[in-house]
């Protein structure tokens, strides 16, 4: 692998930086400058953060869903669908 993802960020911390434009409240973002030294560094993690989070978040919806999948096959396995007897075939 290039870089190095660890537990604690999953995304390569060693990738190139790369200078973007973002549209932000001018209020929040005067209170966030007070607060934090680096603006770049704590978007960074924030969004780290969110994408953690976004991919868990997408992870457990598809077990759900495995699990709903799977409860219907077995209930077909087991009894069929109504609908097999009424077939028009």
């Not at 604690?8 to 005067?30: I, Q």
């Not at 978007?43 to 991919?55: K, P, S």
């Amino acid at each position: 692998m290039a870089g190095t993802v660890t537990r604690t960020t999953h995304y390569d911390r060693t990738a190139p930086r790369r200078p973007v434009n973002l549209s932000l409240n001018a209020d929040l973002l005067a209170q966030v400058r007070q607060v934090t030294p680096n603006l770049s560094a704590t978007v960074e993690t924030l969004l780290g953060d969110y994408l953690h989070a976004a991919r868990e978040k997408r992870e457990d919806e598809q077990r759900q869903l495995d699990g709903v999948i799977d409860a219907v096959n077995e209930l077909h396995a087991r009894h069929g669908f109504l609908s097999d007897e009424f077939s028009t075939l």
